[in-house]
Nanobody, 115 residues
Framework: QVQLVESGGGLVRVGGSLRLSCAVS????????MNWYRQVPGKSRELVAR???????VYTDSVKGRFAISTNTAKDTLTLQMSNLKPEDTAVYSC?????????WGQGTQVTVYS
């Protein structure tokens, strides 16, 4: 089956950078949307970045100009490049793919930004 596996999370100082990756494997239908979400304890899950099939992107206001979502030609790797990180970026980040009539989620990767 289709599997999404995130990697690249970790501990980073304020102002630093991280690149998150999401490996997509298995027999997947045509991809409609590719997303990055994040969630912290006590708060609802937040859509961070969205990549449409036509390559258009949408970002939540708090990360505009600092985060960039992208994928490769084969669409088997989804990337979130994060720069100028802030403590409020600390969260569990999860990738999400809408393909055909199905929706898939990764297990999540922890990002911790300290000062």
């Amino acid at each position: 089956q289709v599997q999404l596996v995130e990697s690249g999370g970790g501990l980073v100082r304020v102002g630093g950078s991280l690149r998150l990756s999401c490996a997509v494997s298995g027999m997947i239908d045509e991809i409609v949307l590719m997303n990055w979400y994040r969630q912290v304890p006590g708060k609802s899950r937040e859509l961070v970045a969205r990549l449409f099939a036509n390559s258009k992107t949408v970002y939540t206001d708090s990360v505009k100009g600092r985060f960039a979502i992208s994928t490769n030609t084969a669409k088997d790797t989804l990337t979130l490049q994060m720069s100028n990180l802030k403590p409020e970026d600390t969260a569990v980040y999860s990738c999400n793919v809408l393909a055909g009539w199905h929706e898939y989620w990764g297990q999540g990767t922890q990002v911790t930004v300290y000062s």
